[in-house]
């Protein structure tokens, strides 16, 4: 997703069941949100572990795509590189 000027980010104040809370530009909104809505919100803020949610400044509407929190311990590229690195040191 790319961001335009009609899409910023807002800081998640309050999460409830049928709602939420944000601060979007310095300003209160509440949007609301049907039960798969507030399910897929519940799990973006597990999965990204922060307060953030991008959000249209118009329509209020909630971007919630997300993937899988990633580990740099984990990624293949970066293993290399450590690998690389410790075969130089002990040379």
């Keep these: 997703m790319l961001f ?3 899409v910023t980010l807002g800081i998640i104040q309050e999460v409830g069941d049928q709602e939420v809370i944000l601060s979007v530009q310095g300003e209160k909104v509440i949007v609301s949100l049907s039960e798969e809505e507030a399910k897929e919100l ?4 597990q999965v990204q572990e922060n307060w953030l949610v991008p959000i249209h ?3 209020h509407e909630l971007f919630l795509e997300y993937e899988d929190p990633w580990n ?3 990624m293949e590229e970066l293993m290399e590189i450590s690998r690389s ?5 002990d040379e």
């Design 4 to 6: 335009n000027e009609k």
């Design 42 to 45: 519940h799990q973006y803020v």
């Design 57 to 59: 400044t118009d329509t």
């Design 72 to 74: 740099e311990e984990d």
């Design 85 to 89: 690195h410790e075969v130089n040191e």
